[in-house]
């Protein structure tokens, strides 16, 4: 069983800092690649940003040079460095990921139980 777990969250002043992290644990062979979303009240989730086993990366439009993704393959840990950060960034965040268990014929994707962002002063 393999379970996503998000951290980081929290309330933020506009123009501020949030680091999130999401740890991946349980039975893992392969982890594809990570994931954010987010999922403001009333909107559909979106793909904030991405990082493949190989190492490709990409970004929503709205969060370029503004946040970071970054990942530590030996702790199979994802983070996302959120920077100036502004009113429209309040959501939950949610780590997502494709992860064979080594044992499975397919990879399976999983979902974190989501964190709340909220952007205020």
């Known amino acids: 069983q393999v379970q996503l777990v998000e951290s980081g969250g929290g309330l933020v002043q506009p123009g501020g800092s949030l680091r999130l992290s999401c740890a991946a644990s349980?039975?893992?062979?392969?982890?594809?690649?990570m994931a954010w979303y987010r999922q403001a009240p009333g909107q559909q989730r979106e793909l904030v940003t991405s990082?493949?086993?190989?190492?490709?990366?990409g970004y929503a439009d709205s969060v370029k040079g503004r946040f970071t993704i970054s990942r530590d393959n030996a702790k199979n840990t994802v983070y996302l460095q959120m920077n100036s950060l502004k009113p429209e960034d309040t959501a939950v965040y949610y780590c997502?990921?494709?992860?064979?268990?080594?044992?499975?014929?397919?990879?399976?994707?999983?979902w974190g139980q989501g964190t709340q962002v909220t952007v205020s002063s």
């Open positions: 990082i493949t086993r190989a190492g490709t990366i």
């Open positions: 349980g039975s893992i062979r392969i982890i594809y690649y």
């Open positions: 997502n990921s494709d992860i064979w268990d080594g044992s499975s014929p397919l990879r399976q994707n999983y």
